[in-house]
Every structure is written in structure tokens, then in C-alpha cells.
């Protein structure tokens, strides 16, 4: 017996794959450091752990109300307007199990079998995996390293062509590219030409650098706000990935289709969550600021250690914490793609580092600077050795 024909086209999650390889040698005694996470390496704000403690205490461990509390869904309202410019009512929100839930409802509620979604590349792993479970599929649009990584918008105007959504990630994980205000505005007179859905996931927006702001799309180009979802979660900001908290943003036709597949799928997210999520966006912030502090100094260390490495080309990030640096110079002859790259550094100097390949981008490989300075320092010294010794011709110092 074969599994669903769907899942034939389905390939795992990379990341969640090398954290798993780097955790089992890790147990079998080998030095292993992981720069492969996508997580804050800090402890949740200590307001929404006590919310936590209150909620199991206080019996909130029951069924919620699908979409979450009515509760959280104002805090996450007043939150929007507060940091965002954006207006929604607390019946336009759907909480969910993750801003990856978050997706898949709004993937579930938009797009029908054979539907075309529009993903700018390098993208985040799960947007063009999550079409494909829904049955649409995913057009992928390369972007340039040399743009910055944002398409060419005369490009875009030309994938968007019978498209019924198109997809939009600033900060963006992998390549920590951020959109100015100005971009943001030149992509909407482009997006309103066409006739589709736009799904905007903010979940890296309080992770900018060197004076970056983040924008919301439907705050900068008004007229974009009623066929927009906007995503966003607490995993990141809030260093709250294991309490799976998301949310989403949306007319509200969209977010009660949302609310109806989630009523099929998980119900509510875990009440306790709920709790601890409306506590962490009521606080005054001081924790993300000084995870904030942390991500800046750390984006430096890595940003300075590898334009120290030669034949290495990097787009400075501007948000979220990964750099994407390209290593197409040692590629094609000892190690055949990045994939083989990432294998024999983790094997040979214990540094687990993913694949651009993963992100629709085999020439990169990225770095998660999600961990403390001093497994930083460590492995960058590692990277720096290994790539120094398997140096490119012209490329060794
Ligand atoms: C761009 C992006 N969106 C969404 C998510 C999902 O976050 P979560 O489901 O933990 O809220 C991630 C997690 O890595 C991400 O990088």
C-alpha cells in the first residue's frame, strides 16, 4: 500500500531534518554546533510564562472559541494598529497553532487545486511544499543577489499573470532581506494590476537591523488591505516557537473561511498558549529589545568573520537572524552542490549549516545566528578553516 499520491511531490523540511542530524550526533558524543535553527536560543518574556502558570491554575484548559479568545483576538487588533498602521477587527483574526498554521488556513482558504501561487526565491521552505498540499501549485520566481534579493518588478508583472496569489516575506528568512517603504509601494502599483490574493508573513517584523523599519503591505498600499492575509507569530519575537502561536489577519470573508478549515483541522490553538501570547504582546517589550541587542551584535560577529573568508560573496542581512552567503566558488568540484558542502562541514569540523538548495537557492547556504557569542565565534572559526582549506583555485590567501 502506497501513501496519498500528493505526498509524492512533498519534500521534508530541511532545517527540521539537520536540527534532528545534529541533535543524534550531538547524543553520540560528537562537538557538534548547530547553526541550523531557526529559533531565538532565549527563554520566553517571563510575563507570559506566569500567564501560563495563571491559566493552568485558573482552569483556562478548556476548549476556546475556534479562532481564539475574543480576548487575545483584541490585544492582537490593538497590536496591529499599534506597530502595524493596520485596522482590523477582533472578528478578523484567526489564532492559530503557529504562524505555519496560520499559512496553511490561508493556503486551505484561497487556493483551489491547480491554482498558481507566486513565490519569489530564496523563500522560506514550507511556502512552495504548503501550495503544493493544498493542490496549487507554486511559481517560483528567482530574485538576484545582486537586487538584493527582491524581484525585478517588470518580472513579477509577468508571473502574476494568471496567478491567484502571490506571496510576500519581509524580513525575509532565509536572506534577511527587508523591503524599504518605497519598494513596498512600487510592488503594490504592480500587485494591483492584478486580480489576486497576496499573503504577507511578518512573523521576522521586530527583527531589523542598521536602522531598517519594517512596513506592513496593506499599511503602505491601503487599497491592497482587503485581498491581503497578513501572518504573523510569537515564535520569533517573544521566543515562543514550543508554545505554537500564530495569527492571522484578514477581510473578514477570508478569516471566516480560515476559522472554518481550522474547525476541521485543530480547533483551537492550546488555551494556555492563548494566555501567555496575550501576555507577552501586552508586555512593555524590554525582553525582545534586548534579544534584539543580542541578534545585533551576533549579526556583526558573523558579518565581520565571513568577509574575512575569500572567494565568499554575502548580502548583508537587514532582519530576521540568517546570513545567506554564496558558496558557488567551492562548488562543482569537490563538493558537487551546496547539500554536499553543508554534509562534509558538518562531518568534517562538527557545523551544521543549511543548504541553499532548501530555499530554492543552491549556490547559498545558510547560517542561523541564533546562538550564543561563543558557539558563534566557535563555529565561524571552524567555517572559516574549513572553507580556507578547501579553498577554491585563486581564491586561497
Ligand atoms: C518565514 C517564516 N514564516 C513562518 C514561520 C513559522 O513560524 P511558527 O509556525 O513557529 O509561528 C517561520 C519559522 O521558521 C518562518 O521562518
Given at each position: 500500500m502506497n501513501v496519498a499520491k500528493r505526498l509524492l511531490q512533498i519534500t521534508p523540511s530541511a532545517p527540521l531534518a539537520l536540527m534532528q542530524k545534529a541533535a543524534q550526533l550531538k547524543e553520540s558524543g560528537r562537538d557538534v554546533i548547530s547553526l541550523g535553527a531557526g529559533e531565538p536560543d532565549f527563554d520566553t518574556p517571563i510575563p507570559a510564562r506566569e500567564a501560563a502558570h495563571a491559566a493552568i491554575n485558573g482552569g483556562k484548559t478548556h476548549y476556546t472559541p475556534c479562532p481564539g479568545e475574543k480576548s487575545l483576538r483584541s490585544v492582537i487588533a490593538a497590536k496591529l494598529r499599534r506597530d502595524n498602521g493596520l485596522d482590523y477587527d477582533a472578528a478578523e483574526i484567526v489564532v492559530s497553532n503557529g504562524a505555519k498554521q496560520s499559512l496553511y488556513n490561508a493556503f486551505m482558504a484561497l487556493l483551489d487545486p491547480?491554482?498558481?501561487?507566486?513565490?519569489?526565491?530564496?523563500?522560506?521552505?514550507?511556502?512552495?511544499?504548503?501550495?503544493?498540499?493544498?493542490?496549487?501549485?507554486?511559481?517560483?520566481?528567482?530574485?538576484?543577489?545582486?537586487?538584493?534579493f527582491k524581484p525585478d518588478l517588470l518580472e513579477l508583472d509577468v508571473a502574476l499573470r494568471g496567478a491567484r496569489l502571490f506571496v510576500f516575506n519581509s524580513p525575509c528568512n532565509p536572506t534577511g532581506a527587508v523591503w524599504t517603504r518605497a519598494e513596498i509601494e512600487a510592488l503594490g502599483q504592480v500587485l494591483l494590476r492584478h486580480d489576486c490574493w497576496i499573503v504577507t508573513d511578518e512573523i521576522y517584523e521586530k527583527l531589523v537591523f542598521d536602522g531598517a523599519?519594517?512596513?506592513?503591505?496593506?499599511?503602505?498600499?491601503?487599497?491592497?488591505?482587503?485581498?491581503?492575509?497578513?501572518?504573523?507569530?510569537?515564535?520569533?519575537?517573544?521566543a515562543m516557537t514550543g508554545w505554537r502561536m500564530g495569527y492571522a489577519a484578514a477581510p473578514r470573508q477570508v478569516a471566516e473561511a480560515m476559522d472554518l478549515v481550522q474547525s476541521h483541522t485543530t480547533s483551537n490553538a492550546c488555551s494556555i498558549s492563548q494566555h501567555a501570547a496575550q501576555a507577552a504582546l501586552e508586555c512593555d517589550g524590554r525582553e525582545t529589545g534586548l534579544m534584539l541587542d543580542a541578534f545585533a551584535r551576533r549579526r556583526r560577529l558573523v558579518i565581520d568573520a565571513l568577509k574575512g573568508v575569500r572567494g565568499l560573496t554575502l548580502v548583508p542581512?537587514?532582519?530576521?537572524?540568517?546570513?545567506?552567503?554564496?558558496?558557488?566558488?567551492?562548488?562543482?568540484?569537490?563538493?558537487?552542490d551546496a547539500t554536499a558542502l553543508c554534509d562534509r562541514l558538518l562531518d568534517e569540523v562538527g557545523v551544521a549549516a543549511v543548504s541553499g538548495a532548501a530555499f530554492g537557492d543552491p549556490r547559498c547556504i545558510r547560517l542561523s545566528y541564533a546562538t550564543s557569542d561563543e558557539l558563534l565565534r566557535e563555529a565561524l572559526a571552524r567555517v572559516g578553516r574549513f572553507l580556507t582549506k578547501h579553498a577554491p583555485a585563486g581564491a586561497a590567501s
Open positions: 491547480g491554482d498558481i501561487a507566486v513565490i519569489p526565491s530564496p523563500y522560506w521552505v514550507t511556502y512552495p511544499e504548503a501550495v503544493r498540499l493544498v493542490g496549487a501549485t507554486p511559481r517560483l520566481l528567482p530574485t538576484a543577489a545582486a537586487r538584493g523599519t519594517h512596513h506592513s503591505l496593506p499599511a503602505v498600499v491601503k487599497q491592497l488591505r482587503d485581498r491581503t492575509v497578513v501572518v504573523n507569530g510569537l515564535s520569533k519575537a517573544y542581512p537587514q532582519g530576521a537572524f540568517y546570513v545567506f552567503p554564496d558558496v558557488s566558488a567551492w562548488l562543482g568540484g569537490k563538493f558537487a
